[in-house]
């Protein structure tokens, strides 16, 4: 019996990352040993985009080494496995500007300022996120490789 196709269209995949959570990121040690972090993150323009202190461990591995593999996935049961893992490089940017405008993305997102997402104005963002933007990289991920599997589509079976 051949395995039912359980990867999910350009559009599943889309729509998937929009709604994740939490993206797993892995870079290279320079041993060539991995270095996984839990991040959040946001889909800008089709790309995931997530943002780290320049000075933090992923972002001088990728400073070294573009290379990177993220994840983002959820199910509790087996039926219920979805998941989209990306290969790729990192396009670091610098730009404080384009840093706080994710820190504001993020903040629609997630509970960043107060008990809830939220939008934020731009004195509000300069404010809460302003003097850490330049401490800051954003990660742009460029997929050279996607692939994505959704559970839910063996209807049970395996």
């Keep these: 019996m051949l395995r039912r196709d359980i990867s999910m269209s350009a559009a599943e995949v889309a729509a998937f990352l929009e709604q994740g959570r939490i993206l797993q990121v892995a870079s290279l040690h320079p041993d060539g040993r991995p270095h996984l972090v839990p ?5 800008k323009e089709g790309q995931v985009v997530f943002r780290s202190f320049s000075r933090s461990q992923k972002i001088r591995n990728l ?10 996935e959820r199910g509790e049961a087996y039926a ?17 500007g ?16 107060g008990g809830a997402p939220r939008s934020l104005s731009a004195e509000e963002l300069a404010a809460a996120f302003g003097r850490h933007a330049p401490k800051n990289t954003a990660v ?4 050279e490789q996607v692939a994505s599997w959704d559970h839910t589509k063996l209807g049970g079976e395996y």
């Design 39 to 43: 991040m959040w993150y946001v889909v």
């Design 63 to 72: 400073q070294r080494d573009p290379r990177l593999t993220v994840l983002v």
């Design 80 to 96: 219920e496995l979805q998941g989209v893992m990306i290969h790729g490089r990192a396009r670091l940017v610098e730009d404080p």
């Design 98 to 113: 384009y840093v706080l405008a994710i820190y504001g993305r993020l903040a629609a997102k997630y509970a960043m300022v």
């Design 140 to 143: 742009v991920v460029e997929a």
